[in-house]
């Protein structure tokens, strides 16, 4: 690691930390999703969405302590783009989780429960990450392991589109179930973006 002349602003540490926390929220509640009766799914979906503004709160924390800090602890582009995916990552669960309920679907296609499992990993393994910012150490077994769970992700995915198409469901039942799984998919491929970056933050820091 780069021996450093100026101090640093450590917050950002924390908050990236809070933000990846508040995704684990984001993914146990995915998870009690899969459980739940059509009448449970709302209530579920009004804490999803209060973790979700929570997620936005940290953002905006983030965003407003880099505006305002003249010494950051890495470059500015990476700290905004690791935010914003973080970011982004609670945005597409929160979404799954009100399409559900909005489209009022009954019952999950066979393999939601295995994204949703990927999903609920990534969350464990980047809120465990995150601390670990503070002295890039023991990051890479997470970026590389992130990335292969993405890998699964995409498979699984797949295989949850041919389902779709074997002609069991109608036309519009097809449109409502894709979109939901396509919208799980581009959080795994969030995960992956903020595995990405933190590798990028830990290369200009070696």
Same mark, same amino acid.
């Given at each position: 690691?780069?021996?450093?002349?100026?101090?640093?602003?450590?917050?950002?540490?924390?908050?990236?930390?809070? +933000?990846?926390?508040?995704?684990? %929220?984001?993914?146990?509640?995915?998870? !009690?999703?899969?459980? &739940?009766? +059509?009448?449970?799914?709302?209530?579920?979906?009004?804490?999803?969405?209060? &973790?979700? =503004?929570?997620?936005?709160?940290?953002? =905006?924390?983030?965003? =407003?302590?880099?505006?305002?800090?003249?010494? %950051?602890?890495?470059?500015?582009?990476?700290?905004?783009?690791?935010? +914003?995916?973080?970011?982004?990552?609670?945005?597409?669960?929160? !979404?799954?989780?009100?399409?559900?309920?909005?489209?009022?679907?009954? !019952?999950?296609?066979?393999?939601?429960?295995?994204?949703?499992?990927?999903?609920?990993?990534?969350?464990?393994?980047?809120?465990?990450?995150?601390?670990?910012?503070?002295?890039?150490?023991?990051? %890479?077994?997470?970026?590389?392991?992130?990335?292969?769970?993405?890998?699964?992700?995409?498979?699984?995915?797949?295989?949850?589109?041919?389902?779709?198409?074997?002609?069991?469901?109608?036309?519009?039942?097809?449109?409502?179930?894709?979109?939901?799984?396509?919208?799980?998919?581009?959080?795994?491929?969030?995960?992956? =973006?903020?595995?990405?970056?933190?590798?990028?933050?830990?290369?200009?820091?070696?």
């Amino acid at each position: 690691m780069r021996f450093r002349l100026t101090p640093r602003e450590t917050s950002f540490y924390d908050m990236f930390s809070a +933000s990846a926390d508040n995704i684990v %929220t984001g993914s146990k509640l995915l998870m !009690e999703l899969l459980g &739940a009766d +059509s009448s449970a799914r709302a209530e579920i979906a009004e804490r999803m969405r209060a &973790a979700e =503004h929570a997620g936005d709160d940290a953002t =905006h924390a983030i965003f =407003h302590q880099l505006n305002s800090s003249f010494i %950051t602890p890495f470059d500015r582009e990476d700290i905004y783009n690791l935010a +914003s995916s973080l970011d982004d990552i609670m945005d597409f669960m929160e !979404e799954a989780v009100d399409l559900v309920v909005l489209y009022n679907v009954e !019952e999950l296609p066979k393999g939601v429960e295995q994204q949703i499992e990927v999903l609920s990993r990534a969350a464990e393994l980047t809120a465990e990450a995150m601390p670990h910012l503070r002295t890039m150490t023991n990051l %890479t077994e997470y970026w590389i392991e992130v990335n292969r769970l993405e890998n699964q992700a995409d498979q699984i995915h797949r295989k949850l589109l041919a389902h779709l198409f074997n002609g069991k469901y109608d036309a519009i039942e097809v449109l409502k179930l894709k979109q939901i799984v396509d919208v799980l998919e581009e959080a795994a491929d969030a995960f992956e =973006h903020v595995a990405n970056t933190v590798e990028t933050i830990a290369v200009k820091e070696s």
